[in-house]
């Protein structure tokens, strides 16, 4: 009986819901390196690589790092009539608190340092289990939580307004970009390629898998 009810939980989950159109549509053979995308709407469903939680185990710890180095030294270094000020990357939230903006300043560093972290953490707590095959109690929650947060993940947002940002201001003051704005540029580039290789449905399947196993 048991064998029965895993049997039809394990063929519900080769189904996923188009957003776009809410189509169900059955994933049960893609190939690797596949991309699925809605018959109806077009809309990005899926891809495939069988390798992907160990992929993004490395972005992850390639993030990881890169934060660290991002908030132990200087972003940028502004100059102007003689005056210069270095700013580092928790200096950019704690500067908006003492300027009379908490509300903004509790914004701009969840976004970028907090968020990022927690969701460095979950993935981390996915892959790690799934990697060696354990079906640790905490992977259901976790991936619950990181699809979530993920959508609130702004991370290119900020790096393009910080971009924008030093175009202006490269026209009032003299602007010296230091090893922290490198860094957490590569931070962005190894987060959104460890949350995108991070396939959501294939992540629940080996979820499932190694919970059923
Ligand atoms: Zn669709």
Redesign the pocket.
């Known amino acids: 009986m048991r064998r029965c009810v895993s049997k039809v939980n394990f063929r519900m989950a080769t189904l996923i819901g188009?957003q776009?159109?809410d189509?169900l549509v059955d994933l049960t053979a893609m190939p690797e390196g596949g991309r699925a995308n809605?018959p109806?709407?077009?809309?990005f469903l899926a891809r495939y690589r069988s390798d992907a939680v160990a992929r993004a185990l490395a972005y992850c710890i390639s993030a990881a790092i890169a934060l660290v180095i991002a908030n132990c030294f200087a972003f940028l270094t502004m100059g102007a009539a003689g005056l210069q000020t270095t700013m580092t990357l928790p200096e950019t939230a704690i500067m908006l608190y003492r300027y009379g903006m908490p509300d903004l300043a509790i914004l701009v560093g969840g976004f970028i340092l907090v968020l990022p972290a927690l969701a460095l953490t979950l993935i981390m707590a996915i892959c790690v289990p799934l990697t060696l095959g354990y079906a640790a109690p905490w992977l259901v929650d976790s991936a619950r939580v990181l699809y979530t947060l993920n959508e609130w993940s702004m991370v290119e947002v900020f790096l393009i307004g910080v971009i924008v940002s030093l175009v202006k201001l490269s026209q009032m003051a003299e602007v010296q970009l230091g090893y922290s704005f490198w860094a957490y540029v590569a931070f962005s580039v190894f987060f959104t390629l460890a949350v995108s290789t991070l396939d959501r449905f294939h992540c629940w399947q080996r979820i499932e898998a190694v919970q059923l196993s």
Do not use: A, E, Q
């Open positions: 188009c776009g159109c189509m809605c109806r709407c077009g809309h």
